[in-house]
């Protein structure tokens, strides 16, 4: 009986001012029915997860407490917690032991577009349809206690916070990736050599390059500041609503993510040469983590600094760190020596080269691996081994608290970060002005599973979404490549125009891949279709006599919907609604409204129809049904929608056909016919209709 198919759909982006969930406690007497709400879990050091929740009674005792224990649990995280007189207070999530012991609370505020701290605990917390709430492990500094805010948010919810996400360096993210490659914009920089990563937060897209740092529209792409004096190819980290970044002037800078002004910088190189700070920030709680690369043949450094102020906590001198991001795990920080610069030749490095361990708190030596070559890639933890790759063409994976081999794998390794999901590790490979591969193993042996021979040697790092890995070809024809991660088939590949080397990585946000190119170029790529996806489920014939259920799924693509409101129209002999409880109904039209429809969720409707041919069918026919001038119900789906920021999706219209049959029933189930097309349907002698009707707000910058 279940086979999928869809109705008329209309997603109709209007002005009408209906009314959004506000975002303040709300009496329970005010609480009307369940609530469909929306929990970020943000661990503090890069990691987040959103867990997409019903409550069948918000009003409940512990409702909101209780829903929050379950989607921890299904995500696997772990929370702490102790009860008071006054409630329960939060004191971890997922285990990362937040240096000021206790977890903040909060809010979403939909009229401001903005967290705020909870005026209550969270076991007396009542949440109404649509709401969201936020636990955060770093929202308290650990030292002063001021209040920090999470940056994933309904209205950005997958933000790629920085370099190789999170403070593993695991190169994986939680959002979406396009299935097919559509440039949503392209904003020309002015710049050549575009050598950093992008990061994502707050609804904008940050790049470093070679003479300025750019904040651009996640949207349109759009410049909305530009700040000169920092540049370089060092990637920014998005933290408590600013960018820290090095420089190519030796410095680190905290740079306001609004306005671009600068709050502190502080100089790590006394001679930065012409690349000065090239290691990518790595931030979690109340510290940043970084290397210097000496161009001037001396020692470099491994930094631990405020994040607050940039003072800095320990500095351990070691050889050059260059583009290689620290992985903090444990209490350890680990990171790739890429070794004393060579001035003599001006481009080899001597050794010593390999992985360092080093104490999180006081920076004091662990352990040291030695590798045949220099390591410029990010090392990264899975379990208790880290992996990184070395320009002698292998993979290491090593114990992460003795620093002894687990094993080695010769798949043509070189500067690529590598990314791991689930026991599989992605590695890129190849030296400038040669060929590259990028090769999948397990990452508990180094058993290889899969190798694909790209357009060029991959210098950039490789990220995981989506079932997807993302990465580029650092050659004269550059080009950008989506892999499926199980197969390493291709899924679509892009090569930016003009042409030019690829040396900066792809980051995957918010449903989106922005990629850098040498041409001065920033891309956005993204899925192509609506904002709103809807599906029908139901059988392909609808008999007069019987009782059929229908189930409506409404989801949300590519961002938070808001205020949308689904109306459900048949012509037929009955229609019930069974769940959720409508919001009106005149006749046989119901009227549901949602609120808000987070992304990556989805809301369902269950009604029961009886009967799609009016007028009555004959009596007692063997067949299909003639009484109605057609032996089939013509229905077809118009959506037309808008994204967050008022943008509108084109009108797509689908047409199907149902079979009406008599009382004797349906036979076995055939499938019914879809047809795509764009135009107008007209005169349908029966017609199912659903009209959505999606209200957008244009997003307030923060």
């Not at 070189?414 to 090769?439: D, E, K, N, P, Y």
């Not at 349906?666 to 016919?673: L, N, Q, S």
């Amino acid at each position: 009986m279940g086979i999928q198919v869809r109705f008329i759909v209309v997603a109709v982006a209007c002005a009408v001012a209906l009314i959004v969930p506000g975002p303040f406690l709300r009496p329970s007497a005010l609480v009307a029915g369940p609530a469909f709400v929306s929990i970020l879990f943000d661990l503090g050091d890069g990691a987040y997860e959103w867990s997409h929740t019903f409550l069948p009674n918000p009003a409940a005792v512990n409702a909101t407490w209780n829903a929050t224990l379950a989607a921890a649990a299904q995500l696997g995280l772990t929370v702490k917690w102790r009860w008071y007189a006054y409630g329960v207070a939060v004191t971890d999530v997922g285990n990362r032991n937040p240096p000021s012991g206790s977890v903040g609370i909060y809010q979403w505020n939909g009229t401001q577009d903005r967290w705020q701290f909870t005026s209550t605990g969270i076991s007396s917390l009542v949440l109404s349809d649509g709401d969201s709430i936020a636990l955060y492990n770093a929202a308290f500094d650990g030292v002063t206690f001021a209040g920090r805010y999470p940056v994933p948010s309904p209205l950005n919810p997958y933000p790629a916070l920085q370099f190789r996400g999170d403070a593993t360096n695991s190169g994986a993210s939680n959002s979406k990736a396009p299935n097919s490659a559509r440039v949503l914009w392209d904003h020309d920089t002015g710049v050549s050599e575009i050598g950093s990563t992008p990061s994502v937060g707050y609804g904008k897209v940050f790049v470093n390059s070679r003479n300025a740092l750019f904040a651009l529209d996640e949207s349109t792409g759009q410049e909305v500041w530009r700040n000169r004096f920092v540049h370089g190819v060092s990637s920014p980290a998005v933290f408590d609503g600013g960018l820290i970044v090095g420089g190519s002037d030796g410095r680190v800078h905290w740079v306001n993510a609004t306005s671009g002004a600068e709050r502190w910088n502080v100089s790590l190189l006394t001679n930065p040469g012409f690349s000065g700070i090239t290691s990518s920030p790595k931030v979690l709680f109340d510290r940043v983590y970084l290397g210097t690369f000496n161009e001037s043949g001396g020692p470099g450094e491994v930094v631990s600094m405020w994040a607050s102020n940039g003072t800095i906590v320990w500095r351990h001198a070691t050889s050059s760190v260059h583009f290689s991001s620290p992985a903090v795990a444990s209490g350890m920080v680990y990171v790739g020596l890429i070794g004393t610069y060579n001035r003599s030749t001006g481009i080899t490095f001597d050794p010593p080269f390999g992985m360092l361990a080093l104490g999180a708190a006081k920076g004091d030596l662990k352990w040291f691996f030695s590798t045949k070559g220099s390591v410029a890639a990010s090392p990264l933890v899975d379990g208790n081994s880290v992996i990184s790759s070395s320009k002698d063409g292998y993979v290491y994976s090593v114990n992460a608290t003795t620093g002894a081999e687990i094993w080695h794998a010769d798949v043509g390794a070189g500067i690529s970060s590598s990314a791991a999901h689930r026991g599989v590790l992605f590695v890129g490979g190849g030296a400038f002005g040669g060929g590259g591969r990028v090769t999948a193993l397990r990452s508990s042996t180094g058993s290889i599973l899969w190798t694909f021979v790209p357009n060029g040697p991959v210098q950039s790092s490789v990220s995981y979404a989506d079932q997807k890995i993302v990465f580029s070809t650092n050659t004269a024809d550059g080009t950008v490549y989506c892999l499926d991660a199980a197969t390493g088939e291709v899924v679509w590949e892009f090569a930016p125009t003009p042409a030019q080397y690829i040396l900066g990585s792809p980051s995957v946000a918010d449903g989106m891949v922005f990629i850098p190119s040498d041409n001065g170029h920033l891309y956005a790529m993204k899925e192509g279709g609506d904002a709103l996806n809807v599906t029908v489920e139901q059988p392909s014939r609808i008999s007069d006599a019987v009782d059929t259920r229908v189930n409506i799924t409404v989801a949300a693509n590519f961002g938070a919907a808001t205020n949308v409101t689904v109306v459900v129209n048949f012509v037929a002999r009955n229609l019930t609604a069974e769940s959720p409880t409508p919001f009106s109904h005149a006749g046989l039209s119901y009227t549901w409204k949602f609120g808000a429809i987070p992304f990556g969720s989805t809301r369902e409707i269950r009604v029961v129809v009886r009967g799609l041919c009016v007028p009555p069918p004959l009596a007692n026919p063997s067949g299909p049904i003639t009484g109605c001038g057609t032996t089939s119900a013509v229905g077809s789906i118009s959506m037309t929608s808008a994204d967050l920021y008022g943008h509108l999706f084109p009108s797509v219209i689908y047409i199907f056909t149902v079979e009406n049959w008599a009382t004797t029933g349906p036979p076995a189930d055939t499938f019914a016919t879809l047809f795509l097309v764009t135009g107008v349907v007209a005169a349908l002698s029966v017609v199912a209709v659903l009209a959505v009707i999606v209200i957008r707000r244009k997003r307030r910058g923060h």
